[in-house]
């Protein structure tokens, strides 16, 4: 082997190596950096923060009514999970000077929509063993969930209230939950929706 052979294969080995060096040491750190760098943390507290105007309900000072008040409600993605954030939200404590018509205790176990638009809100035990009974209080708590997704999200058009994952007769007596029902107005106060944070 000459003296010019030797030497260019000394050359191209010492090539060969610094690409290597350059594929598997240089090129992942620079490939690394700039993937995680796809998503980035402004994009994700930015859809986090993002907020809807719902109208939401709750009992007014005579406790006869519901009053229909404008609230920022946590924006969702999709029907399902936008039905989930209204009802957490009708869930939190109520804007002065109104009451909730929710039992205290009472959670969202999950939500789902029927290919009908028919949604089934399944609650903790605490809706209906927290309840206080009688028949107009009775409706105003079922009616607070029926209306706060029907008049919300065209997409629904009837509401089934469940209890720890079962279809159930009755809340605390007096109304039929064994099937879906649509929104009614009746029990709305007529008065302006104010906007709450």
């Known amino acids: 082997m000459t003296r010019r052979t030797a030497l260019a294969y000394s050359t191209l080995a010492v090539l060969a190596l610094g690409t290597g060096w350059a594929l598997f040491v240089v090129m992942p750190r620079?490939?690394?950096?700039?993937?995680g760098s796809i998503v980035t943390p402004a994009t994700s507290a930015e859809s986090a923060t993002r907020k809807i105007i719902a109208r939401l309900f709750y009992v007014t000072e005579d406790g006869l009514h519901l009053a229909a008040v404008e609230r920022e409600v946590v924006y969702g993605e999709?029907?399902?999970?936008?039905?989930?954030?209204?009802?957490?939200?009708?869930?939190?404590?109520?804007?002065?000077?109104?009451?909730?018509?929710?039992?205290?205790?009472?959670?969202?176990r999950t939500v789902f929509v029927s290919g009908q638009g028919e949604a089934y809100v399944d609650l903790s035990s605490e809706v209906s063993s927290a309840h206080p009974g009688g028949s107009v209080h009775e409706l105003l708590t079922i009616y607070t969930i029926v209306d706060a997704l029907t008049s919300n999200l065209p997409a629904i058009t009837a509401v089934q209230i469940l209890i720890d994952g079962r279809e159930v007769d009755t809340l605390a007596g007096h109304v039929d939950l064994r099937r879906p029902l649509q929104g009614n107005t009746r029990w709305v106060a007529d008065t302006t929706a104010e906007t709450k944070p």
């Open 30 to 35: 620079w490939y690394a950096e700039d993937s």
């Open 78 to 108: 999709g029907t399902v999970e936008q039905a989930r954030q209204i009802i957490e939200a009708q869930l939190g404590p109520a804007p002065a000077p109104y009451v909730t018509a929710i039992p205290s205790g009472t959670t969202l």
